[in-house]
T-cell receptor, first 114, second 113 residues
Framework: KAGVTQTPRYLIKTRGQQVTLSCSPISGHRSVSWYQQTPGQGLQFLFEYFSETQRNKGNFPGRFSGRQFSNSRSEMNVSTLELGDSALYLC?????????????FGEGSRLTVL | AQSVTQPDIHITVSEGASLELRCNYSYGATPYLFWYVQSPGQGLQLLLKYFSGDTLVQGIKGFEAEFKRSQSSFNLRKPSVHWSDAAEYFCAVGGGGGNKLTFGTGTQLKVEL
């Protein structure tokens, strides 16, 4: 069974650009969550989608957005990139949306903003 | 608001020695508690979780954790550490609907041979 797949694994952007990251969950999983990991702030929750609906949202500015498709694949977008957006972005999928299913994390997309 | 504190940023132990990583949480109701491990360049792997019931939970790789409500703690233990256990360990709390996790800042474990 394939794990959570995130693409691209590495990318470099410049300030002001926008970026889209993709996450393919484990087959059958309907919940997809996104986290930002930085040395200074640690792991912070961005948002969670379940059956194409945003269930939870963290405390990030509106430049951070996401969506989920009918096949449960998810994308997150960051517009008008800032230096501080440099981070590892982790996606996690789960069968359910109430912690009764384990969260499985992908290896992340490492974004560098220059 | 829920929060997690991991007071130890770095811990070094000798291979074969016992290990205890500390975690304190703040949450209004009965929490869902988790320990994850992250190896360099990798995502997070679940070691164990506590929802309810027996306060001593067993996980993978020989790890266990004990939930102590009176101390708001969920410390991770392993009786004998292996060199391959060197990684960063995160304690997390969840609840309030959905799969939202609040993570601690992590503890970097170094194992001396």
């Amino acid at each position: 069974k394939a794990g959570v797949t995130q693409t691209p694994r590495y990318l470099i952007k410049t300030r002001g650009q926008q970026v889209t990251l993709s996450c393919s969950p484990i087959s059958g999983h309907r919940s997809v969550s996104w986290y930002q990991q930085t040395p200074g702030q640690g792991l912070q929750f961005l948002f969670e989608y379940f059956s194409e609906t945003q269930r939870n949202k963290g405390n990030f500015p509106g430049r951070f957005s996401g969506r989920q498709f009918s096949n449960s694949r998810s994308e997150m977008n960051v517009s008008t990139l800032e230096l501080g957006d440099s981070a590892l972005y982790l996606c996690a999928s789960s069968l359910k949306t109430d912690f009764t299913g384990e969260l499985f994390f992908g290896e992340g997309s490492r974004l560098t903003v220059l | 608001a829920q929060s997690v504190t991991q007071p130890d940023i770095h811990i070094t132990v000798s291979e074969g020695a016992s290990l205890e990583l500390r975690c304190n949480y703040s949450y209004g109701a009965t929490p869902y508690l988790f320990w994850y491990v992250q190896s360099p360049g990798q995502g997070l792997q679940l070691l164990l979780k506590y929802f309810s019931g027996d306060t001593l939970v067993q996980g993978i790789k020989g790890f266990e954790a004990e939930f102590k409500r009176s101390q708001s703690s969920f410390n991770l233990r392993k009786p004998s550490v292996h060199w391959s256990d060197a990684a960063e360990y995160f304690c997390a709390v969840g609840g309030g609907g959905g799969n939202k996790l609040t993570f601690g800042t992590g503890t970097q474990l170094k194992v001396e041979l």
